[in-house]
């Protein structure tokens, strides 16, 4: 049984695009939990990780963002493609390698099977497709399999992963929460992959809401993972702190760059 979950703070939201995406991709047996959001993500999600490590025949576990829109008729299947090898602990449809902090983007994207959709409210709507979206477009490089982290507006979490691994909740509300999974469950041995899946984001030109909390998310995760895997968080010396906030401030200030060019070609669009 594969299972779908998501933690709401806006239903109007998650009724437009999550929900009907799960409506979409979901079998007559599977479980459906929309949790009432209160406190951190991290924590909505451990709470969706609990009830779903209850179910005996649980065969997945699918998170999605209440602004995330399943789109793809054969999902399930190529979730259970995705899980056939026993070591895989999580897949995605966007993933880089090369990941060195919450920042994942600036890795090597290998695979973005999405479309980022914004809203009417900016510039009369648009989107913008993920280099996988369409086959035809698809570079060279592009290729799904083993990566470093994928992008947490959809996550799809072994049985394994369910029952061993939890989001730590010491790390903030909301940033860094998909970075950190994916780094524990890498440190467990297993896997973690993109897959062919087909979603749609909707989500506002705006990329990072809150810089302060995000550059704060960018340094705990750094300073928890300093040293315990490769090239993640790895600043030594008296200077590490200020060189962490160094570093998230210039990751910030590079996302918030490549903000403004979304808005850019958004304008483009319009005129």
Request: hydrophobic fraction near 45%.
């Amino acid at each position: 049984m594969i299972a779908f979950g998501s933690a709401v703070t806006a239903p109007d939201t998650y009724e437009s695009y999550a929900a009907p995406g799960i409506r979409l991709a979901a079998e007559p047996d599977s479980e459906v939990m929309a949790h009432a959001a209160d406190g951190s993500l991290f924590r909505n999600y451990n709470l969706l990780l609990d009830r779903a490590a209850e179910f005996d025949d649980l065969e997945a576990l699918v998170i999605v963002h209440q602004d995330t829109e399943i789109v793809d008729p054969q999902f399930c299947a190529k979730v259970r493609e995705a899980l056939a090898d026993p070591q895989v602990g999580l897949a995605g449809c966007v993933g880089a390698i090369g990941v060195r902090s919450i920042a994942w983007w600036e890795g090597s994207v290998t695979w973005a099977s999405f479309t980022h959709r914004y809203p009417e409210s900016e510039f009369g709507g648009g989107e913008f497709p993920g280099f996988a979206w369409v086959d035809e477009d698809k570079p060279p490089y592009a290729r799904v399999g083993e990566v470093d982290s994928v992008d947490g507006f959809l996550m799809v979490l072994a049985p394994w992963t369910v029952r061993e691994v939890r989001f730590d909740e010491s790390l903030g509300k909301i940033h860094g929460y998909d970075f950190d999974f994916c780094l524990q469950v890498r440190e467990a041995g297993r896997k973690v992959v993109t897959a062919d899946l087909r979603v749609v984001h909707h989500h506002s030109l705006t990329l990072i809401g809150d810089p302060d909390v995000w550059v704060e998310g960018h340094m705990r995760v750094a300073e928890k993972w300093d040293g315990r895997m490769p090239n993640v968080g790895s600043v030594g010396g008296d200077w590490k702190q200020r060189a962490r906030r160094a570093e998230a401030e210039a990751a910030v200030l590079r996302n918030q760059f490549v903000s403004a060019g979304l808005h850019g070609q958004a304008h483009a669009k319009q005129l």
